[in-house]
């Protein structure tokens, strides 16, 4: 059997990182299957357009289609994980082994995100999408309890950027909101889909007082943000990556200067542009994903990163693994990652943890109970 999942990395997880609570804030659920399973719902649900037939092999095939450069195509790889969730056990299946994947990863606690309106294909209805995905993570977290590992999971719906759903995916957020469904996102191609087409989901979001995240800063750089934060209201940035776009280093502008330098500026050195002084200032939680970012072009490599630069600058900084499968990645990867290429510390990933734990958008009493309960508690015994 070649299953892969993410309780057993071909790549060695930092020892003390495997054992830290971990908070994970962006990650897809149609981005974060098992090889195996892939392969299997394809079978029983007829999908025959897989491009391997063996599960090293198609797991490698999702890692290195996802490796182009571009975002764009890097999206064009989820049309074979969303073919196979099509029904409501397949949705139920893979929204289970994510949770128990994450908890062996350490996760505490997770937002996970999908987009509904991708899985009508079979006449299901919208309804019957978050129904199925709620069951399978309400069952995710009944094993992991049986493992001894406890986990709570919250799904955000997701509308497509380039679709028109977002009103209705919004309306679909507010009325399952006591069931789990803690937020709202758009994604997918972000050049030439600014957020502000959505405008009509958001303000009704904002009416609602509901929460919300855009993808913006990933693939389209400062206007994106700029419309996300001010025009749209969002609470937090998916990637955020290019608010580095308005910084600059010795009165150089940041993108410049970085393509000609192999090293990360010292930060006395930097200085922040109106858009990422507002952006520090008002403490808006940026989900970084280090692996996907220079997957898709958006960093040159992990040691590169801007991550730890918006880090030292005391941004609020959080870290995630954006698509598992297509990344081959997992959160303690992302964050040995950082402590082995960026030199980053435990304390460093204490503090994004706590970070992302105080983005999240479940109740403010909540969030405070995990802090004190299990993240301080489980650094601390780390050491
Ligand atoms: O990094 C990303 N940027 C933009 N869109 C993404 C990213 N990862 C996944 N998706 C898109 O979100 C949909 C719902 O989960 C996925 O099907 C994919 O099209
Ligand atoms: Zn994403």
Same mark, same amino acid.
């Given at each position: 059997m070649t299953s892969r999942d993410s309780s057993s990395p071909a790549y060695d997880v930092d020892p003390q990182v495997a054992r830290a609570p971990k908070v994970l804030l962006h990650e897809h659920l149609d981005g974060g299957l098992r090889p195996a399973t892939v392969l299997e719902l394809a079978r029983e649900t007829g999908y025959?357009?897989?491009?391997?037939?063996?599960a090293t092999d198609l797991g490698r095939w999702f890692r290195e289609s996802a490796d182009s450069g571009s975002l764009v195509r890097y999206l064009e790889t989820f049309a074979h994980t969303v073919g196979v969730m099509q029904t409501p056990d397949a949705l139920r299946r893979v929204a289970r082994e994510e949770v128990l994947d994450l908890a062996r990863d350490g996760v505490a606690y997770a937002e996970i995100r999908y987009a509904?309106?991708?899985?009508?294909?079979?006449?299901?209805?919208l309804e019957e999408v978050v129904e199925a995905v709620n069951e399978g993570f309400r069952e995710g977290e009944a094993l992991a309890r049986e493992e001894g590992r406890r986990i709570r999971v919250t799904a955000l719906l997701t509308a497509m950027r380039?679709?028109?759903?977002s009103r209705e995916i919004a309306e679909l957020a507010v009325r399952y909101?006591?069931?789990? *469904?803690s937020g709202f996102d758009i994604a997918g191609a972000e050049a030439g889909y600014p957020?502000?087409?959505h405008l009509d989901a958001f303000q009704y979001l904002a009416r609602e007082n509901a929460h919300f995240t855009i993808h913006a800063g990933?693939?389209?750089g400062l206007p994106s943000i700029q419309e996300a934060l001010t025009?749209?209201?969002?609470?937090?940035?998916?990637?955020? *990556?290019?608010?580095?776009?308005?910084l600059t280093v010795d009165g150089i502008a940041y993108p410049q200067w970085a393509a000609e330098h192999d090293q990360l500026p010292d930060v006395r050195d930097v200085r922040l542009g109106l858009l990422a002084a507002y952006v520090r200032d008002k403490r808006v939680p940026l989900e970084m994903c280090p692996s996907s970012n220079v997957q898709t072009g958006a960093s040159a490599s992990i040691a590169l990163h801007p991550i730890t630069l918006l880090k030292d600058l005391r941004f609020r900084v959080t870290v995630n693994t954006d698509n598992r499968l297509m990344s081959d990645t997992s959160m303690g990867k992302e964050m040995t990652l950082l402590v082995r290429?960026?030199?980053?510390?435990m304390t460093d990933l204490r503090w994004v943890t706590i970070n992302a734990m105080k983005s999240a958008f479940i109740a403010f009493d909540q969030r405070l109970a995990l802090i004190d309960e299990v993240i301080k508690p489980g650094y601390a015994e780390l050491t």
């Open positions: 025959d357009a897989l491009p391997a037939d063996d509904p309106e991708l899985h009508l294909e079979r006449d299901l209805t380039h679709a028109a759903m909101r006591e069931q789990e *469904v957020p502000t087409r990933e693939a389209f025009w749209c209201g969002a609470d937090r940035l998916g990637h955020g *990556v290019r608010i580095v776009d308005d290429d960026a030199g980053w510390t």
